[in-house]
């Protein structure tokens, strides 16, 4: 071979050297931003999931946030009940009046908030909604496990338990 052919051989030797380590230069590059692309991703979702769990977390508040309060204001409308009870014989009175407006009125507001009582007698015990604080015989006409009577009303706010219902249960 002639001296120039050399020396042109030699010549496309360095350049063909310099292109492989661009190229696995671009390669890395791609890598890298296939990566951060990826990282992005996942952070977008993460983020997102993120949001909707608050948004959750923020309606549950508004919905079950009073909660407590309404808790508290069962123990009113216990009393007011009782009130009425114990003054059955003497429906006539004013005050005994007073005391049936002001008691409808209290359940009334309560429903606004959407606490509602739960219908417990003559259902079938359910330890999810009742609490069962007694057990009393029963003939065979009524059913072995059901509700006979209800010593304290059970409540729900938008469908969850309020307060479990204080039961007596039928056994035979």
Known sequence: MSEAQQNTNEAEKPEATAAE???????????????????????????????????????????????????????????????????KGNSDDALVTGIKMVSQQMKDTLGKFSVVPMTSVGQKFDPERHEAVGQEKVTDAQQDGTVVRELQKGYTLHGRLLRPARVVVATK
């Open 21 to 87: 380590p661009a190229k696995s230069e671009t390669e890395t590059l791609q890598e890298q931003l296939k990566e951060s692309q990826n990282k992005y991703l996942y952070l977008y979702a993460e983020f997102d999931n993120f949001k909707k769990r608050v948004m959750k977390e923020r309606s549950e508040l508004i919905k079950f946030g009073h909660e407590s309060f309404a808790r508290e204001l069962l123990q009113v409308t216990d009393n007011l009940d009782r009130a009425l009870e114990h003054a």
